[in-house]
């Protein structure tokens, strides 16, 4: 069967300009698929492909247990090639156009209890040296829930402390104004007077907010090695991590009676549906509640 797979392959490469990477992944995807084709349906024609065997093409991968992104990005590379046959009058018909996208299941966030939240904060010892600073960026985390890289970015001029709000830059350099409580605004504050002003004085920096021992502004892995550091102090053996605060923000909001429209835009989400996966987990804890506690629901012990 002629299946026209390397001059798709030289449109990715010369016209779609795609990257090595993302050229051998399309070429493995395809391979895969035409050898099913071949040997599971004994196709010798492309006329003969339908939907049901792009279907059943799918199933194949699923109950080889890939990954949902992995599946998605193969049923893509599929219709992107049965675009390219058809655009090319190699074949009169389309069998992928009518098919939808098989849709990737979302895993849902960890999320930690404010009880638990508490006991982090609780062990940060405020007392040693940058112990101010490490409290400020947990706060600044669970109070703005704003992602480690927007914390990195943070600079003295983005802070509104008389108003109670600070300047976050997101994703594709959008910039936000997210609301901040005042025991966050205590802690940056306690930061800024005690530590910063000896930090400041050992580099150059742009004026970020949150700095290294040495005076530089801090990176991501930095940040998350202090997280760490008092996650293990605080005993929670939970895998968890800086974006934690972030999942344990929207949901507690929203557990609360939050708005999701306000969540969305203090998250800095472009489309709401991402925002919305944080209903799904308020949802699961409820059921979770109407398990343990209805008494219908109780099991004999």
């Known amino acids: 069967m002629e299946t026209y797979l390397e001059d798709y392959i030289t449109m990715l490469r010369v016209e779609k300009n795609l990257s090595p990477k993302s050229i051998e992944a399309y070429k493995r995807d395809l391979t895969r698929y035409i050898d099913f084709l071949e040997e599971e349906k004994d196709i010798n024609n492309l006329e003969e ?4 065997h792009i279907r059943g093409f799918i199933r194949v991968l699923n109950d080889a247990h890939l990954a949902p992104a992995s599946i998605t990005r193969a049923f893509s590379s599929i219709r992107s090639y049965h675009s390219f046959l058809s655009g090319e009058n190699l074949v009169q018909q389309n069998p992928s156009q009518l098919l939808d996208a098989p849709k990737p299941s979302r895993k849902l966030p960890v999320v930690l209890a404010v009880e638990e939240i508490n006991r982090i904060l609780g062990v940060i010892d405020t007392a040693k040296p940058l112990g101010r600073r ?5 706060e600044v985390l669970y109070s703005a829930g704003v992602r480690v890289s927007e914390l990195c970015d943070l600079r003295m001029i983005d802070l509104f402390l008389d108003s109670e709000t600070i300047r976050v830059t997101g994703k594709g350099n959008k910039e936000r104004l997210v609301p901040i409580g005042p025991l966050a605004r205590e802690c940056i504050n306690n930061y800024l007077k005690h530590e910063r002003p000896t930090l400041s004085k050992k580099d150059k920096n742009l004026g970020k907010i949150f ?3 040495n005076g530089r502004p801090l990176t991501r892995m930095a940040v998350n090695i202090i997280f760490n550091k008092w996650v293990k102090a605080s005993g929670i053996k939970r895998k968890v991590s800086p974006h934690t605060f972030r999942h344990s923000f929207a949901t507690h909001l929203l557990e609360r009676g939050a708005d999701l429209r306000v969540v969305q835009e ?5 489309d709401i549906s991402t925002t919305q996966i944080y ?3 308020d949802r699961e804890h409820l059921k979770e509640v109407h398990r343990t506690f209805h008494p219908f629901e109780k099991k004999e012990k």
């Open 134 to 138: 490490d409290m400020a960026i947990l």
């Open 211 to 213: 700095l290294s021992r």
């Open 49 to 52: 492909i339908s939907p049901k």
């Open 266 to 270: 203090m998250l800095g989400h472009v």
């Open 279 to 281: 209903t799904h987990l």
